[in-house]
Each structure stands twice: as C-alpha cells, then as structure tokens.
T-cell receptor
Framework: GAGVSQTPSNKVTEKGKYVELRCDPISGHTALYWYRQSLGQGPEFLIYFQGTGAADDSGLPNDRFFAVRPEGSVSTLKIQRTERGDSAVYLC????????????????FGAGSRLTVL | SQQGEEDPQALSIQEGENATMNCSYKTSINNLQWYRQNSGRGLVHLILIRSNEREKHSGRLRVTLDTSKKSSSLLITASRAADTASYFCATDRGNQFYFGTGTSLTVIP
C-alpha cells in the first residue's frame, strides 16, 4: 500500500485478555519498528525488525510483550495478560535500510492502534 | 528510555510569529530528525540534519545542530494555524531511533 497500515485503530479489552496488533509496512521497507506512546509523551521504542528477525527487542517492557514478522513484511505485536498500564497508542513505522555510515533513514509511521485495557 | 528532551513542553503563539523549540540529547548520534504529530495521528517526518551539518533549511523550517552541546533547535517562521501540532526530535544511531518528549505548539489565528 501507499502508507503504513495499522489495525485495529482502536481496541478495548479487559484486564487479563490477549491482544494482537497488526502492522502492514510500506512495500519494500526492510526495517520495521514498534513504539508505544502514552498520553502527552513521546514514542517509546519497543522493538526493531530488520527483515524477519528482531534486531533489537530491548524496549519490550516484559515477557508479556512479543512481536513477530515471519515473512519480512507484516508484523504482529502480541500482548498477553493485558494490564491497565498497557493502555497506550501503539505506533508502527517502517523505513528503507541505508548503509549505516550514509545515515539518513527516515521513518514512515502508521496512524497507530489505540489500546484501552479496562 | 527516551534519548531526547524538548523544551518548552508547550508553546502558544499568534499566527505569523516564529516558533522555536529546542531538543537536547544524551549520546553521540549519526543524524537528528524532527517529526510532527497532529492530534490522534502518526508522526510525519519534517527534516533531517546529519551530525556533520550545523544548519539546514526546508521551506519555513530551519534546524540547527550543535553536537558539542548535544542540542538542536527547530525554528518555524511565519507560523500558521495549521502548524498546530506536537513536534518531536529523534536521534538516530544507525538503524535505531529514539524520540524526545515533544513540544506542543498552538498557533492562534
């Protein structure tokens, strides 16, 4: 597609439930990022994929959070046993990967998935 | 944890005035970028400045970078009501991006 697509746009769930959030990046973008944004805050890094593999998952807050990108395109962020503190907007972004020393990766973001845990 | 911090946290100006927001960061970087976020939307890339550059212009935007002070500023000239949004700086080291806390800009018509 023309942009980064995230579904669902809104998800309301009950504490303890399992949630999946989907991200469909721009075609051909090899790098994919998940961020979490709480109200009034900047995006907080969760995980970064290069192709199918998680190149950096150091931002995942705990083992209830997991993300996959099995074919190097669509990614799913999975949250088990949701807690009220997980309520936030989950943003996905993708980019073309440039050589590290030429710099210049630019992120294209989706509109986000707003998760509310009751 | 987030790498950057913007100040001020909030800024309110009259249409036509200039808006300046600042970003400080903690570690060495390859590039610094500025993004804009309208309420309820994703972030949109505005401008990128490389670590070996000191100033860059794009339309009504002017960005400066001082790597010795680990700081950057974004100037929006001749502001418009449509510039109302939150603005974030993002530092990148290779393929990892870290965002600041943002400046909320309100431009009053």
């Amino acid at each position: 597609g023309a942009g980064v697509s995230q579904t669902p746009s809104n998800k309301v769930t009950e504490k303890g439930k399992y949630v999946e959030l989907r991200c469909d990046p721009i075609s051909g973008h090899t790098a994919l990022y998940w961020y979490r944004q709480s109200l009034g805050q900047g995006p907080e890094f969760l995980i970064y994929f290069q192709g199918t593999g998680a190149a950096d998952d150091s931002g995942l807050p705990n083992d209830r959070f997991f993300a996959v990108r099995p074919e190097g395109s669509v990614s799913t962020l999975k949250i088990q046993r949701t807690e009220r503190g997980d309520s936030a907007v989950y943003l996905c972004a993708s980019s073309l990967t440039q050589a590290v020393f030429s710099g210049a990766n630019v992120l294209t973001f989706g509109a986000g998935s707003r998760l509310t845990v009751l | 944890s987030q790498q950057g911090e913007e100040d001020p946290q909030a800024l309110s100006i009259q249409e036509g005035e200039n808006a300046t927001m600042n970003c400080s960061y903690k570690t060495s970087i390859n590039n610094l970028q500025w993004y804009r976020q309208n309420s309820g939307r994703g972030l949109v890339h505005l401008i990128l400045i490389r670590s070996n550059e000191r100033e860059k212009h794009s339309g009504r935007l002017r960005v400066t970078l001082d790597t010795s002070k680990k700081s950057s500023s974004l100037l929006i000239t001749a502001s418009r009501a449509a510039d109302t949004a939150s603005y974030f700086c993002a530092t990148d080291r290779g393929n990892q991006f870290y965002f600041g806390t943002g400046t909320s800009l309100t431009v009053i018509p």
